[in-house]
């Protein structure tokens, strides 16, 4: 279309220049008469006013129709840039997101396996302490505790108004009752402080049971010394 125009313009051109000399020649023979090519002149001029315009006008709309079209080609790039550039964001997010859940269950599992072997060497500890510095004296007063009852307070009685008389009798209750009474003293200097709660309270539970059975036989003891002193048994 641009084309056919400045083809159009090329050729008013071309007649205003043809009709213009006509018109010049035919002024100089004849200066009082309107002539046919100055007419036309006329007309040219205005057919190329005319077509000048006209293509200007579509020589704009083709710019800017052109402009538009490059914008929009350029721009088309840049947003399908654009998009590839959001997914792989996307992607990138995720990835770095099962990244770091797979890092914290990794350290998740990693404290709770720190935790279970340090609660079993915990409770190894513990074992061994209770082995090594709680059961012995335990064991040692157990043996006292029966010792004291089967080697005093039974041969004494069984063999008083033969063997026995009641002066024997009766300094053996009271050595009995003295052998108790430090029994209860070596049974509560034994200690558990290094025992986990739950199991320190079950300690102290079992130490005040062996206080309380070696505290009656104590009484025991004193009893039967009462009695064989008045020599009413």
Do not use: C
Not at 202 to 216: L, N, P, V
């Amino acid at each position: 279309m641009n084309n056919l125009f400045a083809i159009t313009v090329f050729i008013s051109l071309i007649s205003i220049i043809v009709f213009a000399i006509l018109t010049l020649v035919n002024f100089i023979k004849d200066k009082n008469k309107v002539s046919k090519p100055s007419k036309r002149l006329g007309i040219s001029i205005v057919f190329f006013v005319l077509f000048f315009i006209l293509f200007g006008v579509t020589r704009d709309k083709n710019e800017v129709t052109t402009d538009r079209e490059e914008k929009v080609e350029t721009a088309a790039p840049v947003k399908e840039e654009n998009a590839v550039e959001k997914q792989a964001r996307e992607v990138k997010v995720t990835v770095e997101k099962q990244a770091l859940e797979a890092k914290n269950d990794e350290e998740k599992a990693i404290a709770e396996q720190k935790a279970k072997e340090e609660k079993e060497k915990k409770l190894a500890d513990e074992q061994n302490h209770y082995i090594n510095d709680i059961k012995p004296h335990i064991d040692k007063a157990i043996i006292a505790y029966d010792s004291y009852w089967s080697e005093i307070w039974k041969p004494t009685f069984e063999g008083l108004g033969n063997s026995v008389n009641l002066s024997i009798a009766s300094n053996r209750m009271k050595m009995l009752d003295n052998n108790y009474r430090m029994l209860d003293t070596q049974i509560s200097k034994i200690k558990g402080s290094q025992l986990s709660e739950e199991n320190k309270k079950i300690f102290e539970e079992y130490i005040s049971s062996m206080r309380a059975a070696a505290t009656a036989r104590r009484k025991a003891a004193q009893n039967a010394q009462a009695i064989l002193d008045k020599g009413i048994f």
